[in-house]
């Protein structure tokens, strides 16, 4: 079997595996029907928690049991402590996702959409996914480090608090533009 | 191989007789209104059925008028075949006027990379253009439906059942028939039967699946999503991309940090 033969059928069996994957129904997934109001989901945020994360993970508090407690105890505790900063990072991959998808309504919403930022916004987000793995191992292998997760924290509380500015400025633009229609339509000037 | 052979053209007959009848339901039905380019397919492929049966009677499988023949036949079909996948692409995301004005920009520049690189692979072995002009045409097509899936998944889009049926059928044909000319291609003289065979069954399943998808009559036209006014999208998403460059810039220091640390 020679390198083209091969290529061409890695390349149709590549399609047919994301083809099943773009069949698939994401876990996520939420109609779109909601419309705007769909926007203002993000009241909650994982975010908040990193201070307890950050106690979780304080090595003062491995120090202090060391010299107290006993190894089976002090395994106890690394276990159940690790378990919690999992959880958290799944919790802010949750966040992450909460607004992307806000991106995603606003992208399938407008009529007229940028490639530019797009595409930016897709390799951002393979960015986060890979960062996310990253840590996510490190964790699990036991040698992750609090400024790696503080790294991913960051991302994602600042992208919130943008995005909340963002949708606020939106709002007082929009109520702006409606009052100017108005106003306009009173003069006679909106009619053709 | 005789016995292989006679199936073969009883397949032949029935892929014919079903591709006619899916017509009769897609008239029937008035999807025709729905899908005119789908509709259009489906006539030119029985069409180009027909008249290979009638000239592989007259000719022979042997002869090199048959062969070309029925490779342009073919090729005609193929190109039916991408313009009713155009229509269907336009069908599953038109509705969502801005995604759809970036979509088919993505899927024309990956039709047109599929293509190139079809082109590339044929190695400029102008005896066998003809298959590989197909089976560009074949790739491009399953790339093209595959791109729309993507595209509809990332979004979240809703689709309707019938258009990914159709979609499905596509696809999965394409891909098959992509494999098919690939191994024919290899083993020319010794599987061109039992190819031609696999390539009848393939096409007589999307069939089956495309009148399951159109028993019941489609709608013309979706109505397109309410939309935003137009400045919102422009407004919001610099400000996202902005804040999320700054971020990972801001990542990509702290990995430089653990680096250097390390």
């Not at chain 1, 945020?45 to 006993?70: G, M, N, W």
């Not at chain 2, 003289?189 to 399943?205: K, P, R």
């Amino acid at each position: 079997m020679n390198l083209p033969l091969m290529l061409f059928i890695g390349f149709v069996a590549v399609l047919l595996l994301v083809l099943v994957w773009g069949l698939r129904r994401p876990q996520e997934r939420r109609k779109l029907r909601g419309g705007p109001q769909s926007l203002d989901e993000n009241d909650r945020r994982h975010v908040t928690y990193l201070p307890q994360i950050r106690q979780a993970l304080a090595k003062a508090d491995f120090k202090f049991l060391r010299e107290r407690a006993s190894e089976k105890v002090q395994r106890r505790v690394r276990r159940e402590r690790r378990n919690v900063a999992l959880a958290y990072l799944d919790a802010l991959r949750g966040d992450f996702h909460s607004l992307l998808r806000t991106a995603r309504v606003i992208a399938v919403l407008s009529p007229d959409v940028a490639a530019v930022h797009e595409f930016e916004r897709l390799r951002l987000t393979a960015k986060f996914g890979l960062q996310y793995q990253l840590i996510r191992w490190k964790l699990l292998a036991g040698f992750a480090t609090l400024p790696q997760l503080d790294g991913l924290s960051n991302l994602v509380s600042g992208l919130s608090v943008r995005m909340e500015a963002a949708m606020k400025e939106l709002g007082e633009r929009a109520a702006l533009a409606a009052e100017l229609a108005s106003s306009m339509n009173g003069r006679g000037l909106g009619a053709v | 191989m005789a016995e292989l052979q006679k199936l073969q053209q009883i397949l032949w007959m029935v892929n014919i007789a079903a591709g006619v009848l899916l017509l009769i339901l897609v008239a029937v039905r008035r999807n025709y209104r729905a899908f005119p380019a789908f509709t259009l397919y489906l006539l030119t492929n029985s069409t180009c059925s027909m008249l290979v049966l009638l000239t592989y009677h007259r000719w022979g499988f042997s002869s090199s008028g048959f062969w070309w023949f029925a490779s342009g036949m073919q090729i005609l079909a193929t190109s039916a075949r991408a313009l009713a996948v155009a229509e269907l692409c336009k069908h599953l995301l038109a509705r969502y006027l801005g995604i759809w004005g970036l979509a088919w920009r993505v899927l024309l520049s990956c039709a047109a990379l599929t293509l190139i690189y079809s082109c590339i692979a044929t190695n400029y072995q102008w005896r066998l253009a003809l298959i590989r002009a197909n089976r560009g045409l074949e790739l491009t097509i399953a790339a093209v439906i595959v791109a729309v899936f993507v595209i509809a998944r990332y979004y979240h889009l809703e689709t309707n059942l019938a258009e990914r049926s159709l979609a499905v059928g596509f696809c999965l044909y394409s891909c098959f028939r992509a494999l098919n000319n690939t191994i024919l291609e290899r083993f020319l003289d010794h599987y061109v039967v039992l190819w031609n065979f696999l390539g009848m069954l393939a096409f007589l399943g999307s069939l089956l699946l495309w009148a399951w998808a159109l028993r019941r009559p489609q709608t013309e036209a979706v109505p397109a999503e309410t939309l935003l006014p137009a400045g919102v999208y422009q407004a919001v998403a610099p400000q996202i991309n902005l804040r999320l460059r700054l971020l990972n810039e801001q990542l990509g220091q702290f990995w430089k940090t653990e680096a250097t640390r390390n």
